[in-house]
């Protein structure tokens, strides 16, 4: 997870597992709308600065573990650099932190702030691949 300025180790660790998954890559604010414009379906992903919201290496744990279920279609995955976040922030809409962006062909189709229950983060990806997951058992 480059320019991680206060970003902690756990954060850090997450983030080069889900880095090592293909369709997996950081964006920044010069490319996040080449990011979003793919065909498919994606997920942009913006921690925050984890000593001041420390939910975010639990979301990062769950986006792991949405891409990582068996029999699940190919997403791929955005993670901002830190340095970018802001600008990010603004030109998606997003308010709070951490926060998934789920996105497809071009647009955002849902924004999940804050650390939630699992069956939330089930739902807005099965919502996003157009698939029943929220039916799958964790």
Same mark, same amino acid.
Request: proline share 7%; glycine share 10%.
């Given at each position: 997870y480059?320019?991680?300025?206060t970003?902690?180790?756990p954060?850090k660790?997450v983030?080069?597992?889900?880095?090592?998954?293909?369709?997996?890559?950081?964006?920044?604010?010069?490319?996040?709308?080449?990011?979003?414009?793919?065909? &498919?379906?994606?997920?942009?992903?913006?921690?925050?600065?984890?000593e001041?919201?420390?939910?975010?290496?639990d979301?990062?744990?769950?986006?792991?573990?949405?891409?990582?279920r068996?029999? &699940?279609?190919?997403?791929r995955?955005?993670?901002?650099?830190?340095?970018?976040e802001l600008?990010?922030?603004?030109?998606?809409?997003?308010?709070?932190?951490p926060?998934?962006?789920?996105?497809?062909d071009?647009?955002?189709?849902?924004?999940?702030?804050?650390m939630r229950?699992?069956?939330v983060?089930?739902?807005?990806?099965?919502?996003?691949?157009?698939?029943?997951?929220?039916?799958?058992?964790?």
């Amino acid at each position: 997870y480059p320019d991680t300025g206060t970003v902690g180790i756990p954060l850090k660790k997450v983030c080069d597992s889900l880095l090592a998954f293909p369709g997996c890559e950081t964006v920044t604010a010069a490319d996040i709308d080449e990011f979003i414009g793919r065909d &498919g379906p994606g997920i942009v992903f913006l921690p925050g600065d984890t000593e001041q919201r420390p939910e975010g290496e639990d979301v990062a744990v769950v986006l792991r573990e949405l891409v990582r279920r068996p029999g &699940g279609a190919p997403v791929r995955i955005g993670i901002v650099a830190r340095r970018d976040e802001l600008k990010v922030m603004a030109r998606l809409g997003v308010v709070m932190l951490p926060a998934l962006v789920l996105v497809r062909d071009g647009a955002v189709q849902e924004i999940v702030a804050r650390m939630r229950e699992w069956p939330v983060y089930q739902q807005v990806f099965g919502r996003l691949l157009g698939t029943d997951r929220a039916a799958a058992q964790a």
